[in-house]
Each structure stands twice: as structure tokens, then as C-alpha cells.
């Protein structure tokens, strides 16, 4: 059973490495699978066989599954009209300063009166501010929003898009997991007609999420000015959005995100009480406990309120594999038949796949299944004879030190202090706080004052632990950061930790120590002397770009922030410095003020080392940028252009810092947000040094930039445009992108290919004397593409 079901989840997994979608058709191949076993027996008999229809079913399974999200999907020639859609909000809204965000069930969807067919789940945000900047009396109408609530809105959609870059989140895949099929916004400022109406406060198909809501803003009320009111929330129904950005960099430095996640751990706990405390009551419950023994009634009320303690986490990947792996024993405590542990991973590995296959797009999934596995593994009788808490702390070492393999594939990092944080947080957070939040939950309605003591005091708690985790989280090499390893690396490692952590005498143990080498010392792609790696990064509406030699690294811009709890610089430039395995910022140059340029600095401060900024604005610690700098890396110039701090400008993008990079007989020019009165300067004044072969296009290619006599000086053969997707400035401009078309130059647009790399220098241009593909700007889009991306 076991291999079959490992040859369905190969399947399903095979699926996920497709840049594109096979047709639909193939599926019907499922219906012929099923056939199978009512084939003579010699046809199905060989395991082989058995094993290789399982395969093919778990990647046609995919498939189906994969269409049918796909499939229904926002028409291109929609994004950015006012459609009018009927719907019900199928989430809790997320509110800050700016806006609220909500996922919205479109029931209804028209667009001049037409009716259209809807793209079902979409995600939506109400801003708090209309487009000209005053605060709208419909928001005020929004103060009552809530879950399971059925509304009639305007709407601007626009298809599921991303940052695409290496290292980085991919938000296309998250809300394809999701099966979000268009984001966009409330329309407030409609010219034409204004409405945002409510029609019913409560829809019935949604009472789960209904309860889920009111709970939410019952705690909420009692908690909100705790200090771990997220914490609780979180512990109490699986609402994570309330835990701050601080909050989340303690628990992964110490391994103790899983604490927060409605996981195994909680849901087991709770059934196990219910199960103790039906068990002891249910022989007093007079002629009833005649017909049915203690255990198994005691199996099944467990069950039902592990399965509704599932619910109010919204079945979460961790909380589905709990509740079917619990499902399971507790039938089997009903039936009065017994199952190994194997078995019930199995199955409850089955059940989910069956359910929903594109779970194995989360890392949740995987580090869930793993950890149990890990425990499943480490459960073997070389544990029995030792003391409970060295058996905790074995266990805890064993689950730690297993799963770095899979938290450097997933995330890059790895926590080394996991196993002491895990060592006091479980037991405190299991069997302290988790029964005390259940508890008060479970009163609010009926003893709000004996709730609000409760929760109280699971603040307390908290904050005495989060204490010792902050100690923990600060301690130096709290941390471990490497570059992603490859499938063969992951399992060349995994296979090591599981060596290592086999008992004494085992054959081969201290073989593990050769396999873990590829991941501790990964290879990397190193630039040569005399050349020069550029990456534009993806970042939307903004700049960032990085610069590397064989020794040095420049970071130029660092893109926009877009909210407290969001930058480019945290979810970006730091992903991609780290898969890059670099340690330092020699250089960090920020061109001028604007938002869409420097956003993200204090991300990047707070993360990594950073040599010298050199700015065109004041900055606490930084050099002025100015025309004249020079200097050379590893045979690599980089001279500035701009700004000449002579010369008044009225415009600040006029003075944005312009460095030309060169490399042998390649240059590329990052040339930030001037316009035409800078480009004229540098015409005149730098005319010979402006000729590169890739240019960073000024202001985005905006029609206030990219001079015809600008474009004549730089000559570029390539044009790198920074842009976000579908931006309000409605860049590049049109005459602008004809001008570039016009001098034949290829152009390269972020949005459309994601982050663009290229390297400069001799070496890079030439193979055997011949000049070769190299030269080409590589599209981390295009080559990274998976079938649920976007190809606009």
C-alpha cells in the first residue's frame, strides 16, 4: 500500500514541473484506470504495474483538479473595467491603515449589463481613501463588514499576478493553492455610478465561517490590547494575520512557527482530553453506557470535536492530515481494530492527495507529513528505557536536526536553535496556553469575565516564554541561511540525517556525515574576473537592481514598501541575496527619495551587512552620489553620471544617481528616474561615456523620459524596463515603447519577465573567439515558468 501511494503522490508531483498545462482530454484516461481491477487478475497482478497505473493516475488526478481551478478564469479584456458582481465574503477581512482585504465568492458578474460567467474566488481590497486622495463615506459602511455576509459591489479585477524572482515568494502559486482566480479592488470613485450595497447579513451555507467571525471578534474584543493578541487568536482558531512582522522573525529563528498553526500537536491534544474525560463520565450516564462500551463513545465524541476544532482553522493542510490521521485511530477504537502507524500516515497522506492535490504546493504539507513521519521513526523501543524529558529532548533533536534538509529546499533557512526553543515552548504552549485559550473560548458567550481571566493569564504565559524565545532568537548563529539545494542534494541529505540520527552500530551511520556535504557547501555560479553579473529584480512599480563581481556586491535601489508589514526589500532583495549565498553589501546606492527607490531600506538594513549607501538625498550615514566617483571592482569600472551637485534641479528624479557599469567591451547603464532635462545634461557633458549595451530604462519608460538624443548617445541594444503590472501610471508609455521599437532594441518589461540577469564582460561574450547566446538577458519568468503562472 504504501509504495502505490507513493507512486500517486510521483504522479501528482510530476505534474507540478510542467511550464504549461496538457490538455484536458488526457484525463479521460482516469475512467479506463478504473477499469483496472476488474481486468483478469494477470493483467493487474505484477506490482510493477500496479505501481506505474497509480503514477499515472496521481498526475492525471492532478491534472483534473489543476483544470478545473484553471479553467474558469478573469478574460484578459476585462482587467481594469468596472464590473458589477454579487457575491458572498468567504474570509475574515483584514484591515489596516489602508485598506480592508477579503476574499469574495462571486455569485454574479456583469459588465454593461451583460452577464458574465464568474471567476468564483477572487480577492478584494477596500481602500480607505478614494483615488483623489479623500476619505470615502462608503468606507464608513465597510466598518461592519464581515464573514458570510452577501454584498454587491463595483469592481476592477486583473488576473493573478506576481513578483517572480530567485529565492522569492511565489504569490501565483499561493493563491492558486488557493484557488483565487482574480484580485483587484472596490471601486469607490466610479464617475459613471457609485453603489456598494449590502444585501444579507448572514448567508447559510456559510455558518462555519459565520461562527468563525464571531469568535474572531469576540476574542479580539478581550484580547486587543494584549500583547500576544495575534498569538492567541491564532492558537485559538488558526487567524494568523493578527501576529506582527517581529513576532514572526522570533518564531523562524527558533523554529517554533509550527506553535502557531492549528496543527497535530493542538488537535490531537483536544481530542485526547475529550477522550480522558467522556471516557471517566460516560459509566455514570445509567442505561446508555449498557449499549455502547466508554471507549468507543468516548472515540467518537473526541472525533467530532477535533473535526470542529479543524473547522474553525478553515482546514488548514496541517489541521486535514491531523483530523484524518485522528479520524482514523478513533474508527479503529470504535471498531475495535488496531492499525500501525505506517498505516495511518498512509492513509491520511491518501485522503489529502484525493482531497486536494495541489497541497503539495505548500511547505506546510510537506514539513507536516515529514515531522510526523520523523516521529513515527524516532517512536521505536531504543526510546522506551530513558527518562520522559530525555526522550522529549531526543525527540526534539531528532524532528530539528531531520528536518533542516527540507526547511533549506522550502525556505532557504533553518533554525539551530529549534531543538532547546521546541524543548520548553511545546510543553508550555500545549499544555498551558492551548487548554486555557480552548477554554476561555468556549466560555466567552456564556462567563465573558471569566474568559477575559483566562485569556489573561494565557498572556502572561506567553510573555514569559516569548522572553526566553526573543533571548534565543538574538543569540549570534540563531540561524542558518543556504542557497536552495537541488532534488539530488535534498535527498542526498535527507538520507544523511537519517543515518545519523539511526542507533549505535547501525551499517553506514557516519555515512551520513559525506551526504550532507552538498548541502552545507552547495556549488554556486561564481562570477569571473573582469565580469560582472547584473539582476534586475522584479519589484513591481520601482527599482532594484543587483551588481555582482568576483569579490563585490552593489545593490542599486531597493524597491517600493507598500505597507507596514510589506517591501520589496524583505521580499525580495533579501531572498535573492541569500540564494545568491551573499553575506555583505559592499555598496548600497540609492538613486533619489521616492518611495518606489529606497522603500525597502530598512528591511535591508535590519538583514544584512551593508559596506556604504551612497544617496542623492541627505541620509543619516551615507555619501552623497555625485558625477566623478569612480571605481573598479575585480577589472570592473563603475563610474557615476549623476547627479552634479552644481546644478539646482527642480525635479528630484533630475538628480537621481546614473552609474554605468563596465565590463571588457560590455556596459550597462542604470540610469533611475531622470527625465529629459537630466538626459540633455548628460548628453552634453557625458557623451562618449553614456554608449552601453543595456540600458535600464529612465522613470520606467515614461513619456517624460528616453530622448530620441539620449537614446543616439547610450545606443543600447537591450532595454531593461522596471514596471509593474497593470500600473496606475499606465507604464511604459506608448510613444516611448515606439521609439524603442523604432531603433530596433529588444526590450525586456520585469512584469512579463519576471527578474532579468546578465552578464557582462569578455568571457561572457565570447566562446572560442565566436560570440555566443550568453550576451542574451536571461528571463527568470520564462525560464522558472510553471503552468500556474502568469504569461502576460
Known amino acids: 500500500m504504501i509504495s502505490g501511494i507513493i507512486s500517486f503522490l510521483l504522479g501528482i508531483l510530476l505534474l507540478q514541473q510542467f511550464s504549461s498545462l496538457p490538455e484536458i482530454h488526457w484525463c479521460w484516461a482516469l475512467l479506463l484506470i478504473i477499469l483496472v481491477p476488474f481486468l483478469p487478475r494477470h493483467y493487474h497482478a505484477n506490482q510493477l504495474i500496479t505501481i506505474f497505473i497509480l503514477f499515472i493516475s496521481g498526475f492525471l488526478w492532478a491534472l483534473l483538479r489543476a483544470h478545473w ?6 478574460p484578459a479584456e476585462l482587467q481594469g473595467k468596472d464590473l458589477l458582481a454579487t457575491g458572498v465574503i468567504a474570509s475574515i477581512p483584514l484591515e489596516d491603515q489602508r485598506k480592508r482585504r477579503f476574499e469574495f465568492d462571486i455569485e454574479t458578474l456583469e459588465y454593461k449589463n451583460e452577464k458574465l460567467i464568474s471567476p468564483g474566488k477572487v480577492r478584494i481590497s477596500w481602500y480607505t481613501k478614494s483615488s483623489q486622495g479623500q476619505h470615502s463615506n462608503e468606507f464608513q459602511n465597510t466598518l461592519k463588514l464581515k464573514a458570510g455576509q452577501r454584498w454587491r459591489f463595483w469592481l476592477r479585477l486583473k488576473q493573478p ?265 511545546i510543553p508550555i504552549v500545549s499544555f498551558v496556553v492551548v487548554p486555557l485559550v480552548l477554554l476561555a473560548s468556549s466560555i466567552i458567550t456564556l462567563l465573558p469575565d471569566l474568559a477575559t481571566m483566562l485569556f489573561s493569564l494565557s498572556d502572561s504565559v506567553l510573555n514569559a516564554l516569548w522572553w526566553l524565545l526573543s533571548y534565543l532568537a538574538g543569540t549570534p548563529m540563531s540561524q542558518w541561511y543556504g542557497i536552495k539545494p537541488s532534488l539530488l542534494s535534498l535527498c542526498l541529505a535527507s538520507a544523511g540525517f537519517a543515518l545519523l540520527l539511526t542507533p549505535k552500530g547501525w551499517p553506514a551511520k557516519y555515512l551520513g556525515l559525506f551526504l550532507i556535504i552538498p548541502l552545507i557547501f552547495p556549488a554556486t555560479h561564481s562570477v569571473k574576473q573582469a565580469e560582472a553579473e547584473v539582476t534586475l529584480l522584479d519589484v513591481g512599480q520601482g527599482l532594484a537592481a543587483v551588481v555582482q563581481t568576483r569579490h563585490h556586491t552593489l545593490l542599486f535601489d531597493t524597491g517600493p514598501k507598500f505597507s507596514d508589514s510589506f517591501d520589496t526589500g524583505a521580499a525580495v532583495v533579501i531572498p535573492f541575496v541569500r540564494q545568491k549565498n551573499i553575506k555583505k553589501l559592499d555598496v548600497l546606492v540609492l538613486s533619489h527619495k521616492d518611495n518606489d527607490h529606497r522603500g525597502g531600506l530598512e528591511s535591508i538594513q535590519q538583514d544584512i551587512e551593508i559596506g556604504q549607501i551612497l544617496s542623492s538625498f541627505s541620509l543619516k550615514g ?119 521599437k523604432d531603433m530596433n532594441i529588444q526590450l525586456f518589461e520585469s512584469y512579463k519577465s519576471g527578474a532579468i540577469s546578465v552578464r557582462l564582460g569578455q568571457q561572457a561574450g565570447q566562446k572560442n573567439g565566436q560570440k555566443n547566446s550568453s550576451k542574451i538577458p536571461e528571463e527568470y519568468r520564462k525560464n522558472k515558468q510553471k503552468y500556474w503562472n502568469s504569461r502576460h
Not at 530620441?708 to 503590472?725: M, N, S, T
Request: hydrophobic share 50%; proline share 3%; aromatic share 12%.
Open 622 to 740: 551615507s555619501r552623497a552620489c555625485e558625477q566623478g566617483q569612480r571605481w573598479i571592482w575585480d577589472d570592473v569600472l563603475f563610474e557615476m553620471l549623476n547627479p552634479d551637485n552644481t546644478v539646482s534641479n527642480k525635479k528630484r528624479n533630475n538628480h537621481s544617481c546614473v552609474l554605468r557599469i563596465t565590463a571588457g567591451e560590455e556596459s550597462l547603464l542604470l540610469s533611475a528616474d531622470i527625465e529629459k532635462q537630466a538626459e540633455k545634461r548628460l548628453v552634453q557633458t557625458h557623451y562618449e561615456q553614456l554608449k552601453s549595451t543595456f540600458l535600464a530604462a529612465p522613470h520606467h519608460g515614461s513619456k517624460t523620459s528616453s530622448s530620441q538624443a539620449f537614446l543616439d548617445a547610450v545606443k543600447p541594444e537591450y532595454i531593461f524596463i522596471p514596471v509593474g503590472f497593470r500600473n496606475r501610471y499606465h507604464m511604459p508609455h506608448a510613444a516611448v515603447l515606439q521609439r524603442y
Open 161 to 425: 499576478h506576481g513578483f517572480m524572482n530567485p529565492g522569492g515568494f511565489d504569490y501565483e502559486g499561493w493563491l492558486f493553492q488557493k484557488k483565487i482566480r482574480a484580485t483587484g479592488y472596490v471601486r469607490i470613485n466610479n464617475k459613471k455610478q457609485l453603489f456598494a450595497k449590502k444585501l444579507e447579513e448572514h448567508v447559510s451555507q456559510y455558518n462555519i465561517l459565520i461562527f468563525r467571525q464571531y469568535l474572531y471578534d469576540a476574542i479580539l474584543n478581550i484580547t486587543s490590547n494584549f500583547k500576544s493578541s495575534g498569538i492567541l487568536v491564532a492558537l485559538a482558531m488558526g487567524e494568523r494575520m493578527g501576529i506582527t512582522q517581529e513576532q514572526w522573525q522570533v518564531f523562524r529563528a527558533t523554529g517554533t512557527s509550527h506553535l502557531v498553526a492549528i496543527s497535530g500537536l493542538h488537535i490531537g491534544l483536544l481530542a485526547g482530553f475529550v477522550y480522558f474525560i467522556v471516557l471517566r463520565a460516560w459509566p455514570y450516564c445509567g442505561q446508555a453506557a449498557l449499549y455502547l462500551a466508554s471507549p468507543r463513545v468516548a472515540a467518537l465524541v473526541a472525533l467530532l470535536m477535533a473535526t470542529f476544532y479543524a473547522a474553525l482553522s478553515g482546514f488548514a493542510v496541517p489541521a486535514q492530515r491531523a483530523l484524518i490521521m485522528l479520524s482514523i485511530v478513533m474508527i479503529s477504537i470504535f471498531l475495535r481494530h488496531k492499525v500501525q502507524s505506517s498505516q495511518v500516515l498512509s492513509l491520511a497522506l491518501l485522503s489529502v492527495l484525493l482531497f486536494d492535490p495541489v497541497a503539495v504546493l505548500s511547505p506546510g504539507f510537506w514539513l507536516s507529513f515529514a515531522a510526523v513521519a520523523i516521529i513515527a521513526l524516532a517512536g521505536f523501543g531504543r526510546l522506551k528505557l530513558d527518562k520522559s524529558w530525555k526522550i522529549w529532548g531526543r525527540l526534539q533533536w531528532r524532528i530539528s536536526l531531520a528536518l533542516i534538509p527540507l526547511l533549506v529546499f522550502l525556505f532557504q533557512q533553518a533554525s539551530l536553535i529549534s531543538p532547546l526553543a521546541n524543548l520548553f515552548a
Open 69 to 74: 481551478v484553471l479553467d474558469i478564469a478573469l
